[in-house]
């Protein structure tokens, strides 16, 4: 059950639909992320809180995930485009991981924004 609903979840998350619905819903979707993004910014610089950090941690790497595989699908050679895309997904997953490990065990992003600022 649990592989089952993974699975749905990558396809619902990481595939771009064939269908104009389904592509209209998930480019609602990618504006819905990237206008989370405009306000949570500025949210998290002047009051810094968990669940900001946190939906930073998701959101931040899901956009660029987005963004990245678009220029991938629409510029790069057919041959080369499952490795790429394949490591750009690892890249991704692997950068929420390392932005959810600082939130949780450091000062979290807005934090370190925060710091970085003020040197």
């Known amino acids: 059950m649990g592989k089952f609903f993974i699975v749905i ?3 619902i998350v990481f595939t771009v639909p ?8 998930h480019w609602y979707t990618e504006r819905i992320v990237a206008v989370g993004l405009i306000g949570l910014v500025p949210l998290g610089i002047l009051y810094p809180m968990q669940m900001v950090d946190q939906s930073l941690a998701v959101l931040i790497p899901l956009h660029s995930y987005w963004g990245v595989n678009a220029i991938l699908s629409d ?3 057919r041959p080369a485009l499952p490795v790429a895309k394949a490591s750009w997904l690892l890249l991704s997953v692997i950068t929420a991981a390392g932005l959810m490990y600082l939130n949780v065990h450091d000062v979290g992003i807005c934090k ?8």
Do not use: C, E, S, T
């Open 9 to 11: 979840l990558f396809n």
């Open 18 to 25: 064939k269908d104009r619905k389904q592509g209209a819903q």
């Open 75 to 77: 510029y790069l050679w």
């Open 112 to 119: 370190l924004l925060i710091m970085l600022m003020k040197v």
